[in-house]
């Protein structure tokens, strides 16, 4: 039986009637089939929701309906006073126009005093349009998780970083966009094959015509007038990418798609080309190694350059263990189900050793992949299926074994270079990292961080992930969790010289500064300053 929480009176009800024994529609009152009898129709259609509620919630009807005419005040959720405390599953079938709106929705199955919380699922098709409003939820719903839990992944318990379109990357991918249509030009990195489109034997002439359509599409969409004549989009609309939603909703469904793919496209390209330079900002990010723990106990820093009133900043190192072992290589193996999935062994060999690496195709993606080595894991960045087949060789397990054993060993706290001569400061290809995190007091210090990283960046041999302040979060193998900005250990000693050499220098120039005066004689409060220094 299901329960409907909804603002209709009546609904068509399905019969068996006839001698033939088929079956019939009727349309009858929610009232009759209820066996409620009210005078007042609103009263009677709210007195049948609360029915309908009290058998949804005693477990007499163990599915829900709800509509927005009848979700204000009406709670669902799995509440320990009640006798059905199954856990909830929230289907939302359409989202709502408001971020606030759907929020409020979700709400009606997630409560205080619940035996466990919902999971949520919401349907969206493949309809460009339609990400419209799931964007508009997840940025909602990112934004609810970073104001209470100061995680935007705590309100929904996923990552919908792939629904929020609304982000530096998507407003500059949508700029360039506009620019590359009205130009005649295609997204530089994006391939005419990768788009939605028509197709056609004649590639170029297919990328004029289907140009030509985008470009009539920005003019239906009301964001430029006669591109011919050298139209190009306002700057005002052109990072708007609410407003892009929202005006490819009028399109024909065809051109929707087509626009949006567009879209996706170009920002799947700007984002790869920002972490391919280090720069991509994810917010918090997580650091995935097999194992984490603490290099030395923690230490307080920065002391001299902090005023005593100030929160004290904490420097934790910890050790990161990145390789992977054979039998963890095999269990991933086991998984792997495309074409050119599997082990890979290089052509060449290395002071007669070979890499070896784990392999496996991105999921709609048939020219990436993603790498796994026994030295240093999962590749945060996928590489190109071409690149691997150059410089590798497919091969079986058996082959690969010994070999990934052997290298999963050496570079335990070694180089990857077989006979390296810069010995022990050499950490290309290292299992083990050594990992700084400042946490604490650390907003006031982060011009200084920043100087002094970009002072000496070109001095030390730093990954890309290293390159630029980012905040991670690990989870030590006794399970404790930390939280910090990542942050090289070597650069913490100048960024102290940093800040007593800026203290000297603006000390000096107070002492040095001539007193204003009047009439030849110092200003008292400025002889008293001067004399106090």
């Not at 349309?27 to 259609?45: F, K, N, P």
């Not at 005040?73 to 709106?101: C, M, P, Y």
């Not at 050496?410 to 050594?434: E, M, N, Y």
Request: net charge positive.
């Amino acid at each position: 039986a299901v329960a409907e929480m909804t603002g209709r009176r009546s609904r068509v009800v399905r019969c068996a009637a006839g001698k033939a024994g088929q079956s019939v529609l009727r349309y009858e009152s929610r009232e009759t089939l209820t066996g409620v009898g009210l005078s007042s129709a609103s009263s009677a259609v709210d007195s049948l929701n609360i029915r309908e509620r009290r058998a949804f919630m005693d477990g007499e009807k163990k599915v829900a309906i709800i509509s927005d005419a009848a979700s204000t005040g009406i709670s669902l959720h799995a509440d320990l006073g009640a006798a059905n405390q199954r856990r909830r599953v929230h289907l939302t079938f359409e989202l709502a126009w408001s971020a606030d709106k759907a929020v409020q929705q979700l709400g009606r199955s997630h409560r205080s005093n619940q035996s466990s919380a919902p999971v949520y699922r919401l349907l969206t098709t493949n309809l460009g349009g339609e990400r419209r409003f799931a964007a508009a939820v997840a940025k909602r719903l990112q934004s609810l998780g970073a104001l209470t839990k100061g995680d935007r992944r705590a309100a929904s318990g996923s990552d919908l970083t792939e629904f929020n379109l609304d982000t530096t990357y998507g407003r500059a991918a949508l700029r360039h966009m506009y620019t590359a249509i009205c130009r005649g030009e295609i997204f530089t990195g994006v391939s005419f094959s990768e788009l939605d489109t028509d197709g056609g034997a004649d590639e170029s002439a297919s990328f004029a015509a289907w140009n030509k359509s985008m470009q009539g599409c920005l003019e239906s969409m009301g964001l430029v007038q006669n591109i011919a004549a050298g139209g190009v989009v306002k700057d005002k609309e052109a990072t708007d990418v609410s407003r892009f939603l929202n005006r490819i909703l009028g399109l024909k469904v065809r051109e929707q798609n087509q626009i949006f793919s567009y879209f996706v496209a170009c920002l799947g390209k700007a984002i790869g080309a920002a972490k391919k330079d280090g720069t991509y900002s994810e917010g918090v990010t997580d650091i995935q190694a097999s194992s984490i723990s603490l290099a030395c106990e923690p230490r307080h820093v920065f002391t001299e350059a902090q005023r005593p009133s100030t929160a004290v900043t904490t420097l934790t190192v910890v050790n990161v263990d990145r390789g992977v072992a054979w039998e963890e290589a095999m269990k991933r193996f086991e998984r792997c189900n495309g074409d050119q999935d599997g082990f890979y062994m290089s052509k060449r060999e290395q002071k007669g050793k070979r890499l070896y690496l784990l392999a496996v195709q991105k999921e709609r993606s048939p020219h990436l992949m993603f790498v796994t080595r026994p030295n240093t894991g999962s590749s945060q960045f996928e590489e190109d299926k071409v690149d691997v087949v150059q410089r590798y060789l497919s091969a079986s397990p058996e082959d690969v074994e010994a070999g990934w054993r052997e290298q999963y060993e050496r570079t335990l706290d070694h180089c990857i270079h077989s006979d390296c001569k810069s010995g022990s400061t050499c950490r290309v290809g290292c299992r083990i990292s050594r990992v700084g995190l400042l946490s604490g007091g650390i907003i006031s210090l982060w011009s200084a961080l920043e100087t002094t990283m970009n002072r000496y960046i070109g001095k030390l041999d730093l990954s890309k992930g290293e390159k630029s302040l980012r905040v991670v979060r690990v989870q030590l193998d006794d399970g404790r969790r930390l939280i910090g900005l990542r942050y090289p250990e070597e650069l913490v000693p100048m960024v102290v010289e940093y800040f007593l050499r800026d203290t000297v220098q603006s000390r000096f120039a107070s002492v040095q500064a001539p007193a204003p005066t009047s009439g030849g004689a110092p200003l008292p409060s400025q002889a008293s300053t001067s004399a106090a220094l």
